[in-house]
């Protein structure tokens, strides 16, 4: 069973920044592709941005965006802190959501996009921005 906990959530003014992090329980760390993921009241559960695990290099790994956070997130992992970060620039009010973190076992380096993708969640961290 693998633990996720985020952390660094909060609320922000419009046009600010934040980097959510997320810690796993797992020693293999490194073998799990991770997600970020937010929810906002009355809405689906989206997508936000995902990492794979390394396959040829250490340090070198694949990453996606959402649409609506493209070229303003970016998804970073750290294998030896077992943490993956999700650094948030330029905030909108929109992006008012639980953010969740989500851990897949992985075989190759592909990026998880969908919900049922991960097996494994965090308990999910308030973003709050406002206007």
């Known amino acids: 069973q693998v633990q996720l906990v985020e952390s660094g959530g909060g609320l922000v003014q419009a046009g600010g920044s934040l980097r959510l992090s997320c810690t796993a329980s797992?020693?293999?760390?490194?073998?799990?592709?991770m997600g970020w993921f937010r929810q906002a009241p009355g809405k689906e559960r989206e997508f936000v941005a995902g990492?794979?695990?390394?396959?040829?290099?250490?340090?070198?790994?694949?990453?996606g965006y959402g649409d609506s956070v493209k070229g303003r997130c970016t998804i970073s992992r750290d294998n030896a802190k077992k943490t993956t970060y999700l650094q948030m620039n330029s905030l909108k009010p929109e992006d008012t959501a639980v953010y969740y973190c989500a851990a897949e076992l992985s075989y190759d380096n592909s990026i998880r996009r969908r919900v049922n993708d991960y097996e494994y969640w965090g308990q999910g961290t308030q973003v709050t921005v406002s206007s």
């Open positions: 797992e020693r293999t760390f490194s073998n799990y592709a």
């Open positions: 990492i794979g695990r390394s396959v040829f290099s250490l340090s070198s790994f694949s990453t």
